[in-house]
């Protein structure tokens, strides 16, 4: 027996509505694109400068101490390989550790340490005159040390001298070669000391 109440009621048929299905396809293609680009620069790389070399305050950059590095771009302003001419052409602000990263507050486009007023000397130490390690870019006090035959007191003449320069050691290991950056004004008798062997230096490792 069929009566009114045992009637299905039609259904509707659903109503399609095409822009919403084209605003999500829109959107997935446009989450998809962002992803995209996101992972495209995240593998962005800039060329960089990093330091091979300790290059002490006031010296000149050379070839040598500089290779090209490809790095993460972070926002740090690093200098580009391509300016590696200019860096060539200008000093280091202070002294820069092997394996950092050039910056441009890191250099200088002339040398204060040898402007002028100062002068560059060159030492020929003997053992026990200098101490074991001292690089180009340290600090030491240039010491008068007089001899046996000489009169006077030891005294300091130099107080905080930039060492431009280290040669290797004889090969006897009986003198080391030094080139130091000192006043002018000190640099007459730290000339003359030196000639007679009446020098000495002893480093400042918290002056650099």
């Given amino acids: 027996m069929s009566g009114p109440a045992s009637r299905k009621l039609p259904v509707p048929p659903r109503e399609r ?13 446009g989450g998809a694109l962002a992803t995209t680009l996101l992972v495209l620069r995240s593998g962005d ?3 960089a400068i990093r330091i091979t070399q300790q290059v002490g305050a006031g010296q000149k950059f050379t070839a040598p101490a500089l290779e090209e590095v490809k790095i ?6 690093y200098v580009s390989w391509s300016q590696r001419a200019q860096v060539l052409n200008s000093f ?3 002294t820069i550790l092997p394996g950092t990263l050039l910056t441009n507050e890191m250099g200088l ?3 204060t340490e040898l402007g002028p007023g100062k002068a560059t000397v060159g030492l020929s130490l003997k053992p026990g ?18 001899s046996r035959s000489s009169q006077g007191q030891s005294r300091v003449l130099a107080e905080s001298a930039l060492v431009f ?10 003198s080391g070669q030094m080139t130091v950056i000192v006043d002018s004004s000190a640099s007459p008798e730290i000339v003359a000391f030196a000639s007679s062997g009446e020098v000495a230096v002893a480093e400042l490792p918290g002056a650099r």
């Fill in 109 to 111: 486009r002339a040398s």
């Fill in 45 to 47: 790389r800039i060329s």
């Fill in 72 to 77: 993460a771009g972070t926002g740090i302003e």
């Fill in 17 to 29: 509505k095409p822009a919403l299905a084209a605003l999500a396809v829109l959107l997935i293609l």
């Fill in 129 to 146: 005159q200098m101490p074991a390690g001292v690089q180009q870019g340290d600090r030491v006090q240039v010491i008068f040390v007089p």
């Fill in 165 to 174: 320069a280290v040669g290797d050691r004889s090969r006897t290991g009986n």
């Fill in 92 to 94: 280091a602000a202070v």
